[in-house]
C-alpha cells in the first residue's frame, strides 16, 4: 500500500500540517451555509474539490453555484449531497456513495451544527436529544464512516466545536455539553488516528455572524445576552480563514480572533478569575430583572 506507507513516513517526520490544497478532495459536513460554506469557498480558491453535506437541497444547490464561482480551475470538481448528519444509517449510505465516486477525502470538515440557547429549566429533552445528534453524533457519524477509507493514505480531519467547547457559558448548557464532547472526541483520535497519518484539529470559534446565530439570539436568555455584548462576533470568512491558516500549520486548537485566544489562555491559567467575571455579569443582570 503506497499510500499507507507514505502516510506513516509523514507523521515520522512530525509533519502534521496540510500546507497544499491543490488536487485536493476537501468533503465539507455542513457546507452549505456559515462557517463551513465560507472554508468550502475558501478552499475552492487554494485549488481544492469541494465536495459538501447538508440537509436542505435548496441551499446545496445555491452553494454549489457559490463555491464553483471561486474555483480557480475547470478541473476542480464541486458537488453536494443532501444528508442528515444525525441519521448513522443515512450518513455510512452517502459517505460510501460519496467515496465510490470521488474517492475518500484528504480533508475532512465537521461544520454541521445548531444552538438554541435557552435556561436549563426551558430546555426539554427532545431539544437536548436533537442539539446532541446534531453537534456530537453528527461529528461520530461522519468520522466513523471515512476514517476506514482514510487510513490507506492519511489525511486531515477538522471538526468546529466552540468557545462553549471549552467554556461552559450560562444559557448554553446542551450546547456547551456537545460542544465538549467534541473537544473530547477530538482529543482522543489526535493520539488514535496519527499512526495513519490522520491529524485531527479543532476549530473553537466565538460568536460568528451567520444564518444561525441570528435565530440563537431569538432565544438568548437575558444574562447570556449580556455576556455576549464584550465579545466580537467574527464574519464566517474571518473564522473561516483562521481555520485554515490553523490547518495549514497543523495546530490542534484554532482558535481565530485575539479576544477569543486571551479567553481560552485565561479559562486555562487562571479559571477562577473568569468565573468570577461571568458571575458578576449574571448576577447584576439578574438583579435589575427583578
Excluded at 441551499?59 to 448513522?88: P, W, Y
Excluded at 464532547?181 to 473553537?204: D, H, M, N, Q, Y
Aim: glycine share 8%; with cysteine; hydrophobic share 40%.
Amino acid at each position: 500500500m503506497v499510500f499507507k506507507k507514505w502516510a506513516i513516513i509523514d507523521q515520522k517526520k512530525g509533519d502534521n500540517s496540510m500546507k497544499d490544497f491543490k488536487g485536493k478532495t476537501a468533503y465539507v459536513v455542513g457546507g452549505s451555509s456559515g462557517i463551513g460554506l465560507s472554508t468550502a469557498n475558501l478552499l475552492a480558491r487554494l485549488g481544492a474539490h469541494i465536495i459538501i453535506f447538508a440537509r436542505g437541497k435548496k441551499r446545496l444547490d445555491d452553494a454549489v453555484v457559490e463555491i464553483k464561482g471561486n474555483t480557480i480551475s475547470k478541473a476542480q470538481k464541486v458537488a453536494s449531497f443532501a444528508m442528515d448528519v444525525s441519521d448513522n444509517k443515512v450518513v455510512n449510505e452517502t459517505m460510501n456513495k460519496c467515496v465510490k465516486k470521488f474517492g475518500p477525502p484528504y480533508l475532512l470538515i465537521n461544520s454541521a451544527g445548531r444552538a438554541r440557547p435557552h435556561y436549563f429549566g426551558d430546555i426539554t429533552f427532545d431539544m437536548f436529544d436533537e442539539t446532541m445528534k446534531m453537534n456530537t453524533y453528527g461529528v461520530w457519524n461522519t468520522i466513523s464512516s471515512l476514517v476506514p477509507h482514510m487510513k490507506e493514505r492519511g489525511g486531515y480531519i477538522a471538526n468546529v466545536s466552540s468557545i462553549a467547547g471549552f467554556l461552559g457559558v450560562f444559557g448554553y448548557s446542551d450546547y456547551a455539553a456537545s460542544k465538549f464532547a467534541v473537544t473530547g472526541l477530538s482529543e482522543a483520535l489526535r493520539s488514535e488516528l496519527k499512526p495513519f497519518g490522520i491529524t485531527v484539529s479543532i476549530l473553537c470559534p466565538p460568536d460568528t455572524q451567520t444564518p444561525g446565530f441570528d435565530v440563537e439570539n431569538l432565544t438568548k436568555p437575558e444574562e447570556t445576552k449580556v455576556l455576549s455584548e464584550s465579545a466580537k462576533v467574527m464574519s464566517s470568512d474571518a473564522v473561516a480563514k483562521g481555520f485554515i491558516k490553523g490547518i495549514k500549520k497543523g495546530k490542534f486548537m484554532i482558535i481565530p480572533g485575539f479576544d477569543s485566544n486571551l479567553t481560552y489562555l485565561a479559562k486555562r491559567l487562571v479559571p477562577g478569575i473568569v468565573e468570577l467575571v461571568m458571575n458578576s455579569t449574571i448576577k447584576k443582570v439578574q438583579k435589575r430583572m427583578k
